[in-house]
């Protein structure tokens, strides 16, 4: 018999949930975040209590009828699996982060107050402020340094990140670029068609602009995606752009797919091409693409070794929810909360070691050669290249109630129900020094040593 608990915003927002007495604090959180659209870092009884997300209803008390509070977690780890450092964007609006110094790490020459999103190449963050500007810091050879461009960064919207460039949409449509040139930072040679953009998709060395009328600009590297001549004609009515190190894969509104790039990497897709129906989503590795159908079944391509071949698993790929990718494996979280992996096992596509504890699986994140599942219970799984994450033993006591992990190129961090932070993997990209809190920054910066 299920009882009707109310979980209420301090906004006032309120949705009425059912949950069975033996469910757990946990499922009773996934079921009010999917009601309120929000990440629920707490759930507080009537009493006051902060309710434990391993006890069930009953175990904590929770009465039918009764109005729990929400408290909603709006701090955001960012990174990405080409980035060495990590930045913690606070509700608040402020910044910490932490990682190689010259890479991202220190931010310390930069005032970041009121920052709404943040973005990573390999070795620079830039951070989009809430009156439109944007602030940069980290080597400049990777983008950390805008002053070529700092007067046109107005009324900035969305910022994209290949390895050495960024690109900022402005509210206008426009785009402006900076970082190496050969490799997106110089985007003069389409400027003028970089008109009404809505979203910019970034491959290693190139970047690829859909446009609200459904076409796509590309600009870049020409090897890495950034000539798109071949395939132009096709490329119209596009809904979504994916990318791998060195290939672009986009999604047409019927869910055919268009490819073009290096077909090292996946920039062909003609082996497979009557198979891509009804595509849905689509996630890269470095060399290989994966297509999610809308039957829930996985078509893929590229790289065998790195994931476009798979065979071997094909049979276990039927209703996937969740792909992710990191440089050389795939990870399906299926309908159940299990999970599926192939590709390179150097990077990630053996998971037998850990096959047992990937249950109720709600979030995966890769760094570049390994994997962290996030489950249910707040517990968080690893498995791959232990210099890349995938050995998180050493911290795995401090890994409950986690509600986001996210990953640099070696390294994982994972936020906590509490606001604290931790993270493992290569300490050069921000798997060590990290305090309990990061509430004092100076502190942090204290307890940061560069690796030899």
């Not at 009557?274 to 595509?279: C, D, S």
Request: proline share 2%; aromatic share 6%.
């Amino acid at each position: 018999m299920s009882i009707s608990v109310k979980v209420a915003l301090l906004s006032g927002q309120q949705v009425v949930v059912d949950a069975s007495p033996d469910a757990s604090i946990g499922d009773l959180r996934n079921s009010a975040e999917e009601e309120l659209g929000q990440t629920v870092g707490q759930l507080v009884a009537s009493s006051g209590k902060v309710l434990s997300r391993a006890s069930t209803v009953e175990e904590a008390g929770v009465q039918d009828g009764e109005t729990l509070t929400a408290v909603i977690c709006s701090d955001r780890i960012v990174s990405s699996c080409r980035s060495r450092a990590f930045a913690l964007l606070r509700r608040d609006g402020s910044v910490v982060t932490w990682g190689h110094p010259s890479f991202g790490g220190d931010s310390s020459s930069v005032q970041l107050h009121d920052v709404k999103d943040i973005q990573a190449s390999h070795g620079a963050f830039a951070a989009i402020l809430s009156d439109g500007s944007v602030e940069t810091w980290g080597h400049a050879f990777f983008g950390g340094s805008t002053a070529r461009v700092q007067t046109q960064l107005l009324s900035v919207v969305k910022i994209a990140a290949c390895f050495c460039a960024f690109a900022a949409i402005l509210v206008d449509g426009s785009v402006v670029t900076w970082g190496y040139p050969e490799v997106g930072g110089d985007s003069s040679s389409v400027k003028d068609h970089l008109k009404g953009v809505r979203e910019i998709t970034a491959s290693n060395g190139a970047f690829a602009a859909l446009l609200t009328a459904g076409s796509v600009v590309t600009w870049g590297n020409a090897d890495l995606g950034g000539d798109s001549t071949h395939a132009q004609h096709l490329l119209q009515n596009i809904r979504e752009i994916r990318a791998s190190g060195g290939a672009f894969a986009a999604i047409t509104t019927e869910g055919s797919v268009v490819t073009w790039g290096s077909p090292n990497h996946g920039g062909s897709a003609d082996l497979v091409q009557p198979q891509l129906t009804a595509v849905q989503t689509i996630q890269a590795t470095n060399d290989a693409f994966a297509a999610v159908l809308a039957d829930g079944s996985v078509v893929t391509w590229g790289d065998r070794v790195h994931g476009g071949d798979s065979r071997a698993v094909q049979h276990q790929l039927k209703n996937v929810q969740q792909l992710e990718a990191s440089g050389g494996a795939f990870a399906a979280v299926l309908g159940d909360g299990s999970v599926v992996t192939w590709g390179d096992a150097e990077a990630g596509a053996d998971s037998s070691e850990v096959q047992a504890s990937l249950h109720e699986v709600r979030q995966i994140r890769a760094s570049r050669y390994a994997f962290a599942a996030v489950c249910a219970d707040g517990s968080v799984v690893t498995w791959g290249n232990p210099e890349h994450g995938g050995d998180s033993s050493r911290v795995q006591h401090q890994l409950k109630d986690v509600l986001q992990v996210e990953a640099s190129q070696r390294a994982f961090a994972a936020l906590l129900a509490d606001g604290s932070v931790v993270s493992w993997g290569n300490s050069a990209f921000g798997g060590g020094g990290i305090p309990t809190h990061l509430g004092d920054t100076e502190a942090f910066r204290e307890t940061w040593e560069v690796p030899a």
